[in-house]
């Protein structure tokens, strides 16, 4: 079971998918007083802006971009949690609009993470009742549930309440859930976000081999570019609701040469520096500094694309020394998915540079 | 169709009425204290009433609450009433904690995201959120059985559960319109009681119906729990049958079907609404 690049068999459309919130603001005590006035303060925000796009059967799909992007929106709408406002989704050849049912048969769902199971019970328990709300066959439940624990190695503990278990043994249990109904697609949000790299490195292996092994059909949402660069067969990024890119990591990359890409780590950095190194290199696309923390020992990131970066290290390094800025470390050259969504929407992925 | 996809069947949806019955059970005994409460607190509750008709008309039975009630003994008449009105602060309260509960724990988006029958679900859920009534019901009966002369047999008794069991069905129909407001407002707990004291006061709990002036006994005539409450009272204390009070139980089956439809429509309309404003993942 091989994902085909050429295929058009598609498990998952989006057809000008668009999802508004109202962020009501707060009214005070007497709002409610207030209520015509207030209304028109309501902010809209728009979290999915007529999003296309088309992920291949047994694809492992990327969506990758900043928090607040509408990656955690574009999976609750596929999953039939949210309703689109406009558009609609085929999933698995069912409309997420009128066939909502087999939309939710034919998904497992990570969003959340450890926080969606039942604390209080034990990892068996929490799948037992999961899998009848799937419809399974008590008889089928008990033997697929014992095989998943087997899978996570965690059939030592599965008997355990979820309270005593680490965050990464929850997110594995999470993970089982949505494998339990055996579903032809996942949709995985996030699925290593605040696990420590061995538990992340556990877990990305599960994806990889879920996608290759048993070719499921996956859509992985996250934030951090090394996960989509080494996981995905194809990666999107999303910005402010809109899908401002898609292809695969290689492709993605290329957008970005290596002469062009020059990130230097720094301390302490006056807040003007963007300015300044503008006014040397004027013809780079973009030039940000991701602030880091220094009392964390993360040091501040100057991120420099586009333009002939290359040749002018060397102007930009004494313009630093005149600046007093102390130069952790000068990286030329390979790109990163990060440097490509900086080059395409001039926002860092990750909050903080930290990842 | 494939194979991860199965129809919903009479099998499907009891199984999940069962887990989810189970999962809270297992929920409550993770907190065992409260069940301690429950079994034992029925035992101080009749204290206040032995004081109190001790102090009002000098003993445990009254000839003027006699003529008023046909029976003397006052105490199994608020037993009733009390033990009856339990269900309802239980269960109004109950289903829309619940709900709540399942939002805070992040729990709920993947019940919504399931394929089961999402009555079932919900059936299950009030099933759990009448345990803890039912534990508190049997201990007040059987203390007062020990207490006081109430006349039981089994023979009584199968009509009395029938009557519960009807008056259980209403509250779970009442109970879904809490869980639809706990899906929009995060909260229906204020609005719960509220409704709780309503029963309370409109109910005969304490007092006949006909102690209420003219217009709350029209209002209260609309509420399950008065024919509940005037149905178990005839068939313990006045050793009536069910054909003696077939209009009550008339009445009760049809606002039983009115609250249970009502209730279904309201909770997939909130449901429906709230996946549209995205409040639905909100905590």
Do not use: I, Q
């Given at each position: 079971m091989t994902y085909n690049e050429?295929?058009?068999?598609?498990s998952i459309q989006t057809k000008n998918m668009t999802k508004k919130f109202a962020k009501k603001k707060?009214?005070?005590?007497?709002?409610f007083l207030r209520r015509e006035q207030s209304k028109k303060n309501n902010h809209i925000t728009?979290?999915?802006?007529k999003v296309n796009i088309k992920i291949r059967s047994q694809e492992l799909f990327g969506l990758l971009g900043p928090n607040g992007s509408g990656k955690t929106t574009m999976i609750k709408c596929l999953s039939t949690i949210l309703i689109p406002d406009e558009g609609t989704a085929i999933v698995n050849g069912f409309d997420i609009r009128k066939e909502t049912s087999k939309v939710r048969a034919s998904l497992g769902l990570v969003v959340?993470?450890?926080?969606?199971?039942?604390?209080?019970?034990t990892a068996r328990d929490n799948l037992m009742y999961f899998s009848s709300l799937y419809k399974m066959q008590r008889r089928y439940a008990k033997k697929r549930i014992d095989e998943l624990l087997e899978v996570f190695q965690l059939s030592d503990r599965a008997?355990?309440?979820?309270?005593?278990?680490s965050t990464g043994m929850r997110q594995k249990v999470a993970i089982a859930r949505a494998l339990l109904h055996d579903p032809p697609i996942l949709l995985l949000d996030?699925?290593?976000?605040?696990?420590d790299p061995n538990f992340a490195r556990q877990i990305r292996n599960q994806i990889r081999e879920l996608s290759e092994k048993q070719g499921k059909t996956v859509l992985l949402t996250t934030h951090y570019m090394d996960e989509a660069d080494q996981l995905c067969d194809r990666v999107a990024f999303i910005n402010n609701g809109k899908i401002v890119a898609v292809d695969t990591p290689n492709r993605l990359k290329a957008m970005v040469k290596e002469t062009e890409r020059l990130e230097i780590t720094v301390y302490r950095?006056?807040?003007d520096i963007e300015e300044h190194i503008r006014s040397l290199?004027?013809?780079?696309d973009v030039i940000k500094l991701i602030p880091g923390d220094e009392a964390e020992g993360i040091p501040s990131k100057i991120k420099i694309i586009g333009g002939s970066t290359e040749k002018h290290v060397g102007k930009i390094i004494d313009f630093l020394r005149i600046k007093n800025v102390r130069i952790g470390s000068l990286d030329v050259g390979v790109p990163t998915l990060e440097d490509v969504f900086i080059k395409l929407?001039?926002?860092?992925?990750i909050e903080g540079g930290k990842q | 169709m494939d194979s991860f996809y199965q129809q919903s069947t009479l099998r499907s949806n009891l199984s999940v009425v069962w887990n989810e019955l189970v999962k809270n059970i297992k929920f409550l005994l993770a907190y065992p204290v409260i069940i301690v409460f429950w079994t034992i607190f029925p035992i101080f509750w009749h204290i206040p009433f032995i004081l109190q008709g001790q102090a009002l008309v000098?003993?445990?039975?009254s000839d003027s609450f006699a003529q008023a009630?046909?029976?003397?003994?006052y105490i199994p008449f608020i037993v009733i009433g009390a033990v009856l009105n339990s269900y309802v602060s239980t269960l109004l309260n109950g289903m829309g904690d619940n709900i709540r509960r399942e939002s805070l724990q992040g729990t709920l988006d993947y019940v919504l995201a399931?394929?089961?029958?999402?009555a079932s679900v919900l059936v299950g859920k009030a099933l759990s959120e009448s345990i803890s009534s039912t534990i508190f019901a049997i201990s007040q009966f059987a203390i007062s059985l020990l207490l006081f002369p109430i006349s039981v047999s089994l023979g009584a008794m199968l009509p009395v559960f029938f009557i519960i069991i009807l008056l259980i069905l209403g509250l779970y129909g009442l109970s879904l319109v809490f869980a639809a407001f706990s899906l929009m407002y995060k909260q229906s707990h204020g609005f719960g009681q509220t409704v709780g004291y309503v029963f309370y006061i409109f109910?005969?709990?304490?007092?006949?119906?006909?102690?209420?002036?003219f217009a709350a006994q029209i209002f209260g005539k609309l509420l399950p729990l008065t024919y509940a409450i005037i149905i178990v009272r005839s068939l313990?204390?006045?050793?009536?049958?069910l054909s003696a009070v077939y209009m009550e139980v008339l009445a009760l089956v049809i606002i039983d079907a009115i609250l249970i439809v009502a209730g279904f429509l309201l909770f997939n309309y909130m449901e429906e609404k709230t996946k549209k404003t995205g409040e639905i993942s909100h905590y």
């Open positions: 050429e295929s058009d068999v598609f707060h009214r005070g005590f007497f709002g728009v979290a999915l802006d959340g993470g450890e926080r969606t199971l039942y604390w209080k019970l008997d355990e309440r979820l309270e005593d278990y996030e699925p290593t976000l605040g696990l950095p006056p807040a290199l004027p013809e780079a929407t001039g926002t860092k992925l | 000098g003993g445990l039975t009630t046909g029976t003397p003994n399931a394929p089961c029958n999402k109910s005969p709990v304490r007092y006949p119906v006909e102690s209420l002036p313990m204390l006045l050793g009536a049958d």
